[in-house]
Nanobody
Framework: QVQLVESGGGSVQAGGSLRLSCEVS????????FGWFRQTPGKEREGLAA???????YYGDSVKDRCTISQDNANYTVYLQLNDLKPEDTGVYYC????????????????WGQGTQVTVSA
C-alpha cells in the first residue's frame, strides 16, 4: 500500500497559479499510476493528469494547456502545477495511486489522499 497526503490548495483569484503537492509513502517500489483528480459537487470525479514511471504523462482536456504534472525522483512526491486558474477549477483536488489504466478513471485507482481545496474567485 501507499499513503498519500495532498497539500498546496487555497484561495486564488482567476488567472493565478497554484502548485499542489502529494507526499507519497509506503510501498513506493511499485510502478503506480499517480493521478490528480478534481471533485466538484454533483459531478463525477474528473481525472486531470497522471504520471507513470516518473516520465509518462497524461492530461485531461480541461487542463492540458494549463497544467503540468511531475514527480520527484528521490522522495516520490507528485506535483501538479496549475496555471491560469478559472472559477470552474474550484473543487477538491485528490491525489491517487493505482496499478493500471486507463489513467483517467477514478475507479481504477486503489489509494487516495484526503484532498486539498482549491477555490478560484473571479
Amino acid at each position: 500500500q501507499v499513503q498519500l497526503v495532498e497539500s498546496g490548495g487555497g484561495s486564488v483569484q482567476a488567472g493565478g497559479s497554484l502548485r499542489l503537492s502529494c507526499e507519497v509513502s509506503g510501498n513506493t517500489y511499485r510502478r503506480y499510476f499517480f493521478g490528480w483528480f478534481r471533485q466538484t459537487p454533483g459531478k463525477e470525479r474528473e481525472g486531470l493528469a497522471a504520471i507513470y514511471d516518473r516520465e509518462i504523462k497524461y492530461y485531461g482536456d480541461s487542463v492540458k494547456d494549463r497544467c503540468t504534472i511531475s514527480q520527484d525522483n528521490a522522495n516520490y512526491t507528485v506535483y501538479l502545477q496549475l496555471n491560469d486558474l478559472k472559477p470552474e477549477d474550484t473543487g477538491v483536488y485528490y491525489c491517487a495511486a493505482g496499478y493500471g489504466g486507463p489513467w483517467y478513471l477514478a475507479r481504477r485507482y486503489d489509494f487516495w489522499g484526503q484532498g486539498t481545496q482549491v477555490t478560484v474567485s473571479a
